[in-house]
């Protein structure tokens, strides 16, 4: 398991535990969300960048962006993570993080971000299921739920 694409709702944690599995498996972060926003890039340079960056042997790929990257990303994944939170924690954790101190997220864009959490299960979640079916259906997915869960799946590696 060395080509991991991590899912989930915004602030289900996919970040931290990307850094978690990319510091247990010394493979290479991929972080969508930063690449996206740090270069501004068009839709056809972030696909190009994300090609390249998928093309190596070990990486952890974070975020969803199921409809531009999941044709990629999926052919050359191992696992596919979900981290399947209720959508009251994802709520609780993207609040407070617009809080602590070098955080790149802001208050202004939290009730954007709160009203795509509580949408994400009816709206997002079956697009993202959808593509993972077209792009890569055969692809083992663990379906991680709680803190526990996820720890005991790092400790795992």
Not at 7 to 28: I, V
Not at 77 to 92: F, G, H, I, N
């Amino acid at each position: 398991m060395t080509r991991i694409i991590l899912l989930g709702c915004a602030g289900a944690g996919k970040t931290t535990l990307a850094r978690r599995l990319a510091a247990a498996t010394a493979a290479p972060l991929i972080d969508l969300d930063e690449i996206w926003r740090a270069r501004s890039q068009t839709t056809p340079e972030f696909r190009d960048t994300l090609a390249r960056l998928h093309a190596g042997e070990a990486w952890v790929s974070d975020g969803n962006f199921a409809a531009v990257t999941f044709d990629i990303r999926l052919p050359r994944a191992d696992l596919v993570v979900w981290l399947e939170r209720p959508r009251l924690v994802c709520a609780w954790r993207a609040i407070s993080r617009v809080f602590r101190a070098g955080e790149m997220h802001r208050p202004g864009d939290l009730l954007t971000v709160l009203r795509f959490i509580w949408g994400f299960n009816r709206r997002n979640r079956p697009r993202i299921e959808a593509a993972r079916a077209q792009y890569g259906a055969e692809i083992p997915v663990v379906r991680l739920r709680t803190d526990r869960e996820v720890d005991d799946f790092v400790a795992s590696l």
